[in-house]
């Protein structure tokens, strides 16, 4: 081999060349030459080949004896993979370089020093393997990455140390599960220009949600210093979620931000041989996000055109996991690696398989709790492990289908992962290795729970569940779970829209799979429950309140929002948009707050602006609230909040609903006061609609439906208040049931009403969730749309779909 094959400009190589520089190297490479005129900003640098790789490996007579210690490996060991590993590692370091191949890469390196103006610069070492992107195995993060390389000396230790880590525990094993010849898979290495994150910030992004495969959306996670603190899990980064429809129509889309624990973060060393150190972060960088919105939008837009570039290369969508760096000197973003996404982009989504908990007294048995990765259910026996080698001392191996309790992982631990039935973690976020890990092998895990290994109890038998949102639950003992499956190819086709009943904004992007034409019923009232948890009054006026330990909480609940009004009205606005995001351009109808007064008292802060009620589920609730002075203010930023979907984040989709509102000049009032703060029925497309849950509803429909664009029927209090009586007493339960005469009476008037005022007409009542007969009762009625929740869509759909049938045969 010639001098000059050693290295290559990493402008020269593209992604035809993944057999010569490996997937990642061809990647940026490819990036390099076609993306930069889009003002994508990679960082330069030269590529050490395939080539070298091999002339190492046979310059140093390797190949045989690398290939006689892996035959001897049991892989169903644990220390006899760490032993021949750990072999093949040191005979690697200990080789010895061509003086061509020595001379060739330091010129390179010095050559891109003058560059830069200086003697050594500083560098980042990254290996790039030809088989990361094929499509039937990742191989993300099997070999090692050095960060703040200074000095021809250290750059070689660093080319060596890379070349042993293809040949690392777990890159062992899992070339051996997919069956891949060990020398068929080539290393080649990036020698990059270093972004000086230590001094800003880093992290990934990807081109879709990873837990659910939504394809509209760009997740963005970050952390103060260099990346490496994300992967390996040793801190909770900031997440920002990004809508890619509205991106493109030029908006600031950030339809999601959350605030993540980054007391650590890693920089430069400060000693002639410490590459990296970790510091703890400063208190004031804590409490905000690590990067502006300014540059969640620009990395988003940057990200998608990837995409698009990408998709369009390979003929097919192609989403993508990307590694970007801010630089703390210049403040430039760049992107340092990208390759393609290998789990979802493949999945089908119409085999859809849900889990649900049967255990209705659980929240009783929960021990920790975290960040949900996937959305199975597993039980085993905890199995605390600190650290790889005090197990193995310890004689004590890890046994299939226990559930994996530790701090965090590094990629050492796949082959005990593999074995693992769940994973639960103290720290890490939803890109940590754990978190990628568990994906690629099908697993739940919960990262990030904080105290696991204190809690959890070495033996005893637990619950890990996944399938209930964005939290995971690790429950004490077996607790009884369903699996189901389904292929939606076999549901049959329909003609009454079915929506459906979205409380979560964390389960929206799953939930988009389903067959839907939209939300029927977004509720509120769950967003600011569980995402605010503070009385809106509370947080307008608190500082008045004589109540030290409230404005302490509510002055550390803000943190990172510029004040209390912000705080409310993003936090509300983000948790509306990810459900109207997920379902775009289908009709997302959001109800403004409904809490009763006794449910408004437990917020925090509550006890100072609720009255005491007899009976609070006919009392100062729904539009009476609105209007009134004592709460119009706090009204004012739930529309608020409404504007900032519709207009900023582009989510013209919204609908706004009103609820329980008694009479038509309660109804005027209510719109009055939404004028005041730029809601306006009409203008800019918007709708509005009014929950038909009164009799006053039902009676007056005619003279409702000259002022709205659609009723809701909510059977629940239609039903209550039909009856007389109170849904929340037992001693009168057994009368309640939406299918009493009476009830149905009702809403077959409104339906005719709404037919003949050519207005829409819908339900989003528990009742046809919970009866099939009384979905086929609405059906008979032609009602437009019926809104059901999410685990009802399969049976629903067959009901509607068995009547409209029926129906189709009378007519004929």
């Not at 630089?327 to 430039?332: F, M, P, Q, R, V």
Request: overall charge negative.
């Amino acid at each position: 081999m010639g001098q000059k094959n050693f290295t290559l400009n990493l402008s020269e190589v593209g992604i035809n060349d993944i057999d010569k520089v490996g997937g990642k190297n061809a990647s940026l490479g490819e990036m390099l030459k076609n993306l930069t005129s889009l003002g994508i900003r990679i960082p330069s640098g030269f590529v050490i080949t395939v080539d070298t790789y091999r002339e190492f490996i046979r310059f140093n007579n390797l190949e045989g004896t690398i290939s006689h210690i892996i035959t001897t490996i049991d892989y169903n060991q644990l220390e006899s993979l760490r032993r021949g590993g750990a072999q093949i590692r040191l005979l690697i370091r200990n080789g010895r370089f061509p003086k061509g191949m020595s001379e060739s890469v330091i010129a390179a390196y010095e050559k891109m020093s003058q560059e830069y103006g200086q003697e050594y610069t500083d560098v980042a070492v990254r290996s790039s393997a030809t088989a990361e992107d094929l499509p039937d195995a990742s191989f993300a993060g099997q070999q090692e990455t050095y960060l703040n390389v200074r000095g021809p000396a250290s750059l070689m230790d660093a080319v060596r140390n890379c070349f042993s880590s293809l040949f690392t525990d777990r890159a062992i094993s899992y070339r051996q599960s997919f069956g891949y010849d060990h020398f068929s898979v080539g290393l080649s290495l990036c020698v990059q220009k270093m972004v000086r994150s230590d001094l800003g910030a880093s992290g990934v992004a990807f081109s879709l949600d990873t837990e659910s495969g939504f394809r509209d959306a760009v997740v963005i996670n970050g952390s103060f210093g260099l990346g490496e603190m994300i992967v390996q899990g040793a801190v909770s980064p900031d997440e920002f979620i990004v809508f890619k429809p509205g991106l493109k129509k030029g908006l600031h889309s950030i339809i999601e931000k959350k605030l993540g624990v980054k007391d650590k973060m890693m920089v430069y060393g400060d000693k002639p041989d410490e590459r990296v150190r970790i510091i703890s972060t400063e208190k004031g960088f804590q409490q905000r996000f690590c990067i502006l919105d300014e540059q969640v939008v620009q990395l988003a837009q940057w990200v998608v055109a990837i995409e698009e570039y990408y998709s369009g290369l390979k003929a097919k969508w192609t989403p993508m996991d990307v590694e970007w760096a801010v630089d703390g000197l210049s403040k430039e973003l760049f992107i340092v690696q990208a390759r393609p996404e290998t789990i979802h982009s493949r999945k089908d989504h119409a085999l859809i398989t849900e889990y649900s908990i049967n255990d209705n007294d659980r929240s009783a048995k929960v021990l920790v709790e975290g960040i949900a990765v996937g959305d199975k259910i597993a039980g085993g026996k905890v199995n605390i492990l600190y650290s790889m080698d005090k197990r193995v001392i310890d004689g004590h191996e890890f046994v299939e289908g226990d559930v994996l309790v530790t701090d965090m992982t590094d990629p050492d631990w796949e082959p005990i992962m593999k074995k693992a039935s769940a994973i639960v973690t103290n720290k890490g976020g939803r890109t940590c290795h754990a978190a990628i890990v568990a994906r690629e092998l099908g697993v739940p895990a919960i990262v990030g729970c904080g105290n696991a290994t204190d809690i959890l109890q070495e033996g005893d038998f637990v619950t890990v569940s996944c399938g209930e949102g964005e939290t995971g639950f690790v429950y004490n003992g077996d607790i009884p779970f369903d699996r189901k499956e389904y292929n939606l190819h076999d549901l049959p086709a329909i003609q009454t829209a079915l929506m459906l009943n979205v409380a979560s904004p964390a389960m929206s992007f799953q939930f988009s799979h389903l067959p839907n034409k939209g939300v029927g019923l977004a509720r509120e009232e769950f967003i600011i429950n569980n995402y605010i948890q503070v009385h809106p009054l509370a947080l307008l006026q608190h500082r008045q309140i004589d109540d030290e330990e409230l404005t302490k909480e509510i002055v550390k609940r803000i943190s990172g929002y510029e004040d209390e009004q912000d705080f409310f009205i993003k936090k509300l606005s983000y948790g509306i948009a990810k459900i109207a995001a997920s379902f775009y351009p289908n009709k997302v109808i959001v109800r403004f707050s409904d809490f009763k007064t006794n449910e408004y008292y437990n917020l925090l802060g509550g006890k100072y602006f609720e009255p005491k009620e007899e009976n609070p589920m006919i009392g100062w609730r729904g539009a009476s609230r609105y209007y009134s002075d004592r709460y119009k203010e706090a009204f004012g930023l739930e529309c608020r909040a409404i504007r900032i979907v519709r207009e900023e984040l582009g989510l013209e989709n919204v609908v706004v609903m009103i609820p329980f509102c008694r009479t038509v000049e309660e109804l005027h009032k209510v719109t009055e006061v939404m004028k005041t703060f730029g809601l306006e029925r009409g203008k800019q497309g918007l709708e509005l609609y009014l929950m038909a849950e009164l009799p006053s509803n039902i009676i007056l429909a005619d003279e409702f439906s000259k002022h709205i664009d659609g009723f809701s029927i909510g059977s629940n209090d239609l039903t209550q208040l039909t009856l007389g009586l109170d849904r929340d007493s037992s001693l009168v339960a057994h009368l309640y049931d939406e299918r009493n005469v009476a009830v149905r009476s009702m809403i077959s008037s409104l339906i005719r009403v709404a037919k003949k005022n050519k207005v829409k007409v819908g339900i989003c009542g528990q009742g046809p969730s919970d009866f099939p007969d009384f979905t086929r009762f609405l059906v008979e009625q032609g009602i437009d749309s019926i809104s059901v929740t999410p685990d009802s869509v399969v049976k629903t759909i067959k009901t509607i779909a068995s009547v409209e049938n029926e129906l189709k045969k009378n007519k004929e």
